[in-house]
């Protein structure tokens, strides 16, 4: 369903005449409902890429799909959540979603299924309370759901548990896969995390930067709910980690 | 254990100004034709002071709320109750203070009551005035406060001329104001829309620039309206900001409002000081600087009022 065709993204570096290449003819497709996991260091293009699927950036060259159309813009069909939570500040948790939800015009739609929504990752008794009043993880659960409310095809993640500590993040991992099947949307997250791109996702994307590019797709065939200790899971963590060069005691060998 | 000694402190301090002013001897005689023989207003005045105090005092054995504000008061208010005795002191009991140029607070007292009537009407013109030009300054200034922080072009043009304006008081203009303007209403109008406007359009400005693009971005993907992104998102974001600038804009309007009045307009309280001045009636003077302090805390205190409300949600303005 996104068709991601030979893109190039270069940017205009500030001042100088030099522009800087973000993203160099990447090509990939995601299927409907998959939940793809993007890894890679900083600086590899994986917002840039994320941001071009939202409709917040247009690539230099090639062309991004959408159900067979190019992206123009964005769309309450892509929902994007960022790695700081976006709530509006002024606006109680039910009202961010409300307010979401009439800005997509689905108000009618979905608007029903608001209280079971908050419910659902235990923000029931804080709707009616400010960002400021909840922690890190309740902003971004509130996050998450507002974009979920409007009931995107896709929803893009980009590093949306980076903030957090690493008791919420497994617990908010949990909430993701359980919100994902049930409502069986297509999900692109961006994570510096290997454990959590290997227990959450379908298939992961390494990329490598300078300029950013595709280096491997690794498929997770493990069944979901997943176990984070299980064998498998250790072996692929290791894989992954190999291809970042995170874990090349092996590779020193070579350079002996 | 806590002190209620400190809670008594305030009630000491009025109940010392009474005694001071009907015992202590004062620095001349007075014959009842004298237009500032002392009377018993400033008695019955503090007496009802004292007792406001007593009251609280009572109310603090009830309620705790009542109790901790008192407390947190208590030497603020005793503090001014002092100076009032010092005041008092060093004007009707001594004379230290130049007479008949400095006079007691039985005096300026008497004095705001005799003209009550005229007090009262010029402060009825001077808000008139000050909300006219407040009004139009506000509404301008977050006009092209958002619109220079959504714009880079708007901004180009606006940026600069707050910035060489802005650093010129307001009341500068005023002599070129008097001179052209068709009337003074209307040129004070205009002055204090004038000394509004820098402060509401830079804070305005500098509010909608520091929303942070992902706010914009998440809203974006929402399909908020461009209408929408302005007076929903735009506007609330910033809405600290600006009243940092309706703050600041309250200020140098009463600033601009007083010297319009002191130099030109016909009626208002700035007017009233001046021609109390000129016929030598320093009670009304200064009883007409007592009731200027008055109206504009009572403004600021109400703008605070509203702030408070509409920024509720923000971290520590509840």
């Given at each position: 369903?996104?068709?991601?065709?030979?893109?190039?993204?270069?940017?205009?570096?500030?001042?100088?005449?030099?522009?800087?290449?973000?993203?160099?003819?990447?090509?990939?497709?995601?299927?409907?409902?998959?939940?793809?996991?993007?890894?890679?260091?900083?600086?590899?293009?994986?917002?840039?890429?994320?941001?071009?699927?939202?409709?917040?950036?247009?690539?230099?060259?090639?062309?991004?799909?959408?159900?067979?159309?190019?992206?123009?813009?964005?769309?309450?069909?892509?929902?994007?959540?960022?790695?700081?939570?976006?709530?509006?500040?002024?606006?109680?948790?039910?009202?961010?979603?409300?307010?979401?939800?009439?800005?997509?015009?689905?108000?009618?739609?979905?608007?029903?299924?608001?209280?079971?929504?908050?419910?659902?990752?235990?923000?029931?008794?804080?709707?009616?309370?400010?960002?400021?009043?909840?922690?890190?993880?309740?902003?971004?659960?509130?996050?998450?759901?507002?974009?979920?409310?409007?009931?995107?095809?896709?929803?893009?993640?980009?590093?949306?548990?980076?903030?957090?500590?690493?008791?919420?993040?497994?617990?908010?991992?949990?909430?993701?896969?359980?919100?994902?099947?049930?409502?069986?949307?297509?999900?692109?997250?961006?994570?510096?995390?290997?454990?959590?791109?290997?227990?959450?996702?379908?298939?992961?994307?390494?990329?490598?930067?300078?300029?950013?590019?595709?280096?491997?797709?690794?498929?997770?065939?493990?069944?979901?709910?997943?176990?984070?200790?299980?064998?498998?899971?250790?072996?692929?963590?290791?894989?992954?980690?190999?291809?970042?060069?995170?874990?090349?005691?092996?590779?020193?060998?070579?350079?002996? | 254990?806590?002190?209620?000694?400190?809670?008594l402190f305030p009630l000491i301090a009025a109940i010392l100004v009474i005694l001071q002013y009907v015992f202590v001897p004062n620095f001349r005689e007075f014959?009842?034709?004298?237009?500032t023989a002392p009377t018993h207003v400033f008695t019955w005045f503090m007496g009802f002071v004292a007792l406001?105090f007593l009251?609280?005092?009572?109310?603090?054995?009830?309620?705790?709320?009542?109790?901790?504000?008192?407390?947190?008061?208590?030497?603020?208010y005793s503090a001014a109750l002092v100076l009032l005795l010092i005041y008092d002191f060093a004007t009707l009991k001594t004379g230290i203070l130049?007479q008949?140029?400095v006079p007691w607070s039985d005096a300026i007292l008497n004095?705001?009551?005799?003209?009550?009537?005229?007090?009262?009407?010029?402060?009825?013109?001077?808000?008139?005035?000050?909300?006219?030009?407040?009004?139009?300054?506000?509404?301008?200034?977050?006009?092209?406060?958002?619109?220079?922080?959504?714009?880079?072009?708007?901004?180009?043009?606006?940026?600069?001329?707050?910035?060489?304006?802005?650093?010129?008081?307001?009341?500068?203009?005023?002599?070129?104001?008097?001179?052209?303007?068709?009337?003074?209403?209307?040129?004070?109008?205009?002055?204090?829309?004038?000394?509004?406007?820098?402060?509401?359009?830079?804070?305005?400005?500098?509010?909608?620039?520091?929303?942070?693009?992902?706010?914009?971005?998440?809203?974006?993907?929402?399909?908020?309206?461009?209408?929408?992104?302005?007076?929903?998102?735009?506007?609330?974001?910033?809405?600290?900001?600006?009243?940092?600038?309706?703050?600041?804009?309250?200020?140098?309007?009463?600033?601009?409002?007083?010297?319009?009045?002191?130099?030109?307009?016909?009626?208002?309280?700035?007017?009233?000081?001046?021609?109390?001045?000129?016929?030598?009636?320093?009670?009304?003077?200064?009883?007409?600087?007592?009731?200027?302090?008055?109206?504009?805390?009572?403004?600021?205190?109400?703008?605070?009022?509203?702030?408070?409300?509409?920024?509720?949600?923000?971290?520590?303005?509840?």
């Open positions: 369903m996104i068709e991601i065709k030979n893109i190039t993204k270069t940017f205009k570096r500030e001042g100088a005449n030099e522009s800087l290449c973000a993203i160099e003819d990447l090509s990939l497709s995601i299927k409907r409902g998959e939940f793809i996991s993007i890894i890679g260091t900083s600086g590899c293009g994986k917002s840039t890429l994320l941001r071009m699927i939202a409709g917040l950036e247009f690539p230099t060259k090639g062309e991004v799909l959408f159900d067979g159309e190019p992206i123009s813009g964005t769309s309450p069909n892509r929902g994007l959540v960022f790695q700081e939570h976006t709530l509006f500040p002024w606006m109680t948790v039910k009202k961010n979603i409300v307010f979401a939800l009439k800005s997509a015009k689905r108000y009618e739609q979905y608007g029903s299924i608001v209280d079971t929504l908050l419910e659902t990752v235990g923000l029931r008794q804080f709707a009616n309370s400010y960002p400021h009043q909840l922690s890190g993880g309740m902003r971004q659960r509130a996050a998450l759901i507002r974009s979920l409310a409007v009931s995107p095809d896709v929803l893009l993640l980009d590093e949306p548990l980076g903030a957090l500590d690493s008791f919420t993040r497994m617990q908010l991992q949990d909430e993701i896969v359980h919100l994902w099947k049930e409502r069986g949307n297509t999900m692109v997250m961006i994570t510096h995390d290997v454990d959590e791109a290997v227990y959450l996702s379908n298939r992961i994307i390494v990329m490598s930067p300078r300029p950013g590019r595709i280096v491997e797709i690794v498929d997770v065939p493990i069944s979901y709910p997943r176990n984070r200790g299980a064998s498998e899971f250790a072996r692929l963590r290791t894989r992954l980690l190999k291809r970042l060069d995170f874990a090349s005691e092996v590779e020193h060998e070579y350079y002996l | 254990m806590k002190t209620h000694i400190i809670k014959t009842p034709l004298d237009q406001m009251v609280w005092n009572i109310a603090a054995f009830v309620s705790k709320k009542a109790d901790e504000k008192l407390r947190q008061a208590a030497l603020i130049p008949p140029f004095a705001i009551i005799r003209d009550r009537v005229i007090l009262w009407r010029s402060v009825l013109h001077s808000l008139r005035l000050l909300f006219t030009g407040y009004g139009i300054g506000v509404t301008l200034g977050i006009i092209a406060g958002v619109a220079a922080g959504w714009s880079k072009h708007v901004r180009y043009w606006v940026q600069p001329v707050v910035k060489v304006l802005g650093a010129i008081p307001p009341v500068t203009w005023l002599p070129i104001i008097l001179v052209v303007a068709n009337s003074l209403f209307g040129g004070a109008v205009f002055l204090i829309s004038l000394a509004v406007w820098y402060p509401v359009t830079s804070t305005t400005m500098n509010g909608v620039l520091s929303v942070p693009k992902s706010t914009f971005e998440a809203a974006k993907t929402f399909g908020v309206t461009q209408f929408g992104m302005i007076f929903k998102v735009a506007l609330p974001a910033s809405m600290q900001f600006i009243f940092q600038g309706l703050m600041q804009g309250m200020s140098v309007a009463c600033t601009a409002l007083l010297v319009a009045e002191l130099m030109g307009v016909e009626a208002g309280l700035g007017w009233y000081i001046n021609r109390q001045r000129g016929w030598a009636d320093f009670a009304g003077m200064y009883g007409a600087i007592v009731i200027i302090c008055i109206t504009f805390l009572t403004v600021t205190n109400v703008l605070n009022i509203i702030r408070r409300r509409v920024l509720r949600w923000k971290d520590g303005e509840a």
